[in-house]
């Protein structure tokens, strides 16, 4: 059984798309991230960055105590090692997949974070760091569009980790001043992974955690964007 310690944003998602993929037990554990739940010191001796997911996996390959890891990239190597899934084969197939989950997690996520920050959440509205980092993310969807032209999948014709990485970030595009429209390869990318059943699954799970935004108030802003605590 895998204990998800988990949350309704992009990076939350990778997770439990995954999970819903490969079809293995686990228990979601909602942390409140609007309500600082991050920061309890439970939390914090398996992710100590105060962020979700983590996951404490109680059957680890080696058979050994439970492993617990932090950060949502690592997550997903973690598990597609763990069941032999979703990476693309062979030593070229394996380079690729890394490649784009580690775009996303270098680029398309903190990219796409700012924008929202700056766009939804920022009490100031500046108007150089909208303009910023919209026009950042509308690269990377070129880039992503470039380099699904011809692919059915980041990775080639396998659905892998990296898909699972992207995705979530794409769901919001509309919130990041994106047409899907302009991306015709992305587009028909995006509609392909959101009707796989696992995908419907996945946001199922969401939804039964929670529906309402993890800002939605002073004290939640405060929380969230207040800085370190404990």
């Known amino acids: 059984m895998i ?12 997770i439990t798309l995954f999970l819903e993929e490969a079809g293995l037990p686990y228990r979601v554990r909602p942390v409140n991230i609007g309500e600082g739940e991050q920061f309890d010191p439970e939390f914090l001796k398996i992710s100590p ?9 109680d059957a680890p390959q080696d058979g050994g105590a439970p492993v617990s890891v932090f950060e949502s990239g690592a997550i997903l190597l973690y598990l597609a090692e763990k069941t032999g899934r979703f990476i693309a084969p062979g030593l070229r197939g394996r380079v690729e997949t890394l490649e784009w ?3 996303q997690m270098g680029g398309l996520g903190p990219m796409a974070g700012q924008n929202h920050h700056f766009n939804k959440y920022a009490a100031e509205k500046i108007p150089y760091a909208i303009e910023r980092y919209v026009r950042e993310t509308t690269r990377l969807y070129g880039v992503l569009d470039r380099r699904l032209d011809g692919r059915a999948f980041v990775a080639g014709e396998d659905y892998t980790i990296a898909d699972m990485a992207i995705y979530p ?6 919130d990041q001043g994106q047409d899907l429209e302009a991306f015709p390869n992305l587009k028909r990318w995006f509609e392909a992974v959101a009707a796989r059943p696992a995908t419907v699954r996945a946001y199922e799970v969401a939804a039964s955690v929670n529906t309402a935004p993890s800002v939605s108030d002073a004290r939640s802003r405060a929380i969230l964007f207040g800085g370190a605590r404990g």
């Open 3 to 14: 204990d998800l310690h988990y949350w309704t944003t992009p990076n939350g998602h990778k």
């Open 49 to 57: 960055n105060n962020r979700i997911p983590a996951i404490v996996d």
């Open 101 to 103: 989950l580690f775009w």
């Open 169 to 174: 970030w794409i769901v919001p595009h509309r």
